[in-house]
């Protein structure tokens, strides 16, 4: 995978229902791919299912509707959506304690959140996820994909408990994922007219079954038969009691699942130069979980893994994700038995495979030559990422993030002082005056011994929040208390205005300067 962010992104009319936009790079393509992502799909819905404490139709049914229809409306063609392990996680003593009837209200109410997070246009925010929180969370999803394969190499012992393979079966097992690794390493290089995923599946299943080998398959996990899903009416008591058990849940689970949606979209976004729309894809997200509830479906969001599936097979449009969903469901429907004898083997090599892809291997070099606090931010989220959640490790990246850039701010900040014809003396400050600089801001000023008129010059900065509203109303008052005046010249019209806001909380002269069309003295 190239560098991230290694392109720019420019729009190319995704995300609205063009030709181009739903078929991709062709028909053919595109189903092909969709078949490669359902397969992947099965094992990984059945995992979180048992993750949640559910039954297993409740996470395929999930996959299937969200995946749909969420590449219907959604604003990422080429992106595959399901069941995710990071909402799983939640769900799980939501489950434990009330019950699944309360899950599916809360995955209701989960979309209902989620449109309106696209109808209010909240979607853009995403862009102050900085460059070295998006590295992180490539990176720290990477390994968690890795991490969640490590199950399929357990088996059930005698007594009943999972134990890991050894001897002849996980030789097998080894043997099968590198020769699937293998295929897809080499396919591309001989044709790309086949997908290199779904080749490696189909030789390795070939083989097994052909050969009557025994090992690991999709079946020894759970059976996957099950019928079309049917609308469920919600039975939970529709009052406020109600409200107040799932509204908690309904927000941790919209916001990671609009977290992890959106960060996907960017990836993408970059892999394929283009360009997704972000508000479109919270509202598309919002309709499959809203649907996904009211049909016994445990709601879900963006799978990076299956996302990376699609695109390295050819998948660029929407036919591609409902193509998956709709091949998951005859999987449910018809073809159980048969994709119950697929080997694990091939599914765990595809996702290793997708592992290598996924991982941003150039942050090695990267480390050594960004700023160490570039470098101690994508750590922290990809092992934040892996210790907790996706949803937690970029608030928290952000969060440090922005606290390191507010400290280095508050050291940019310095005041050239000069006595004026007049006897008036100037402080003119140059950067931004927020709450991380306040107390040197404070010790430029001498109230004291400087002379009857102060005049503090802000061509070069700015008012940025409260704190430096307070900041200057208390060294107004230090002055007036010595009998003196101070006044602010050359404000910006935000800072003006920001100063107008605060009111009777701010008593300070604002100077008019006729050559600098926004000084006012209407503050004074």
């Given at each position: 995978m190239d560098s991230l962010y290694s392109r720019i992104a420019t729009p190319a009319g995704l995300g609205r229902f063009s030709a181009k936009g739903f078929w991709g790079c062709g028909i053919k393509t595109e189903v092909l791919s969709g078949l490669t992502v359902a397969l992947a799909l099965v094992p990984e819905a059945v995992a979180f299912a048992i993750i949640a404490n559910v039954n297993p139709l409740v996470g395929l049914y999930a996959a299937f509707m969200v995946g749909l229809l969420a590449s219907i409306f959604g604003g990422r063609p080429g992106m595959i959506s399901g069941a995710t392990g990071a909402m799983a996680v939640v769900m799980v003593h939501l489950v434990s304690e009330h019950g699944v009837e309360y899950l599916f209200a809360a995955v209701v109410l989960t979309g209902l959140i989620q449109i309106s997070v696209g109808v209010l246009r909240l979607g853009k925010f995403i862009r102050?996820?900085?460059?070295?929180?998006?590295?992180?969370?490539?990176?720290?999803?990477?390994?968690?994909?890795?991490?969640?394969?490590l199950s399929q190499f357990k088996v059930t012992g005698e007594d009943g408990e999972l134990q890991w393979m050894?001897?002849?079966?996980?030789?097998?097992?080894?043997?099968?994922?590198?020769?699937?690794?293998?295929?897809?390493?080499?396919?591309?290089?001989l044709t790309k007219a086949f997908p290199s995923a779904l080749a490696g599946i189909l030789v390795v299943s070939v083989l097994v079954i052909g050969l009557n080998i025994d090992t690991k398959t999709v079946g020894d996990i759970a059976s996957i038969k099950g019928g079309v899903p049917a609308f469920k009416p919600l039975t939970v008591p529709m009052?406020?009691?109600?409200?107040?058990?799932?509204?908690?849940?309904?927000?941790?689970?919209?916001?990671?699942?609009?977290?992890?949606?959106?960060?996907?979209?960017?990836?993408?976004?970059?892999?394929?130069?283009?360009r997704g729309r972000g508000n479109r894809e919270c509202v598309?997200?919002?309709?499959?979980?809203?649907?996904?509830?009211?049909?016994?479906?445990?709601?879900?969001?963006?799978?990076?893994?299956?996302?990376?599936?699609?695109i390295n097979s050819g998948g660029r449009g929407r036919l591609s994700g409902i193509s998956a969903a709709i091949f998951l469901l005859c999987f449910i429907l018809f073809g159980s038995g048969l994709?119950?004898?697929?080997?694990?083997?091939?599914?765990?090599?595809?996702?290793?495979?997708?592992?290598?892809?996924?991982?941003?291997?150039?942050?090695?070099?990267?480390?050594?030559?960004?700023?160490?606090?570039?470098?101690?931010?994508?750590?922290?989220?990809?092992?934040?990422?892996?210790?907790?959640?996706?949803?937690?490790?970029v608030v928290v990246g952000v969060i440090v993030s922005a606290l390191i850039f507010a400290w280095e701010h508050a050291r940019h900040i310095h005041v050239v002082v000069r006595d004026d014809e007049d006897g008036s003396r100037t402080y003119e400050l140059n950067g931004p005056l927020f709450f991380g600089c306040i107390h040197e801001f404070r010790d430029f000023f001498d109230p004291a011994n400087d002379p009857d008129d102060v005049v503090i010059e802000f061509m070069n900065s700015r008012v940025v929040d409260h704190s430096a509203i307070e900041a200057i109303d208390n060294l107004a008052e230090k002055y007036r208390k010595a009998g003196k005046t101070l006044h602010l010249r050359h404000l910006s019209e935000d800072c003006r205005l920001l100063l107008h806001k605060a009111g009777d909380m701010v008593e300070v002269n604002v100077l008019e300067d006729p050559n600098y069309a926004v000084a006012d003295d209407e503050l004074g």
């Open positions: 102050i996820v900085p460059h070295p929180v998006m590295l992180g969370f490539v990176n720290g999803l990477a390994i968690v994909i890795f991490l969640a394969q050894s001897g002849t079966p996980m030789l097998v097992f080894c043997g099968f994922i590198a020769l699937t690794m293998g295929i897809m390493f080499f396919l591309p290089k009052n406020f009691e109600t409200l107040g058990i799932i509204l908690p849940y309904g927000l941790i689970l919209a916001a990671i699942g609009l977290i992890e949606s959106l960060l996907t979209m960017t990836l993408i976004d970059e892999m394929t130069d283009t598309g997200q919002g309709i499959a979980n809203s649907v996904c509830g009211l049909f016994g479906g445990m709601g879900g969001c963006a799978m990076i893994g299956q996302s990376m599936i699609n994709i119950e004898k697929i080997p694990m083997a091939a599914l765990v090599g595809v996702m290793f495979m997708v592992v290598i892809a996924t991982f941003e291997w150039s942050s090695f070099r990267i480390l050594k030559k960004t700023p160490p606090k570039d470098a101690f931010v994508l750590i922290l989220v990809s092992g934040v990422t892996v210790m907790t959640d996706l949803a937690i490790a």
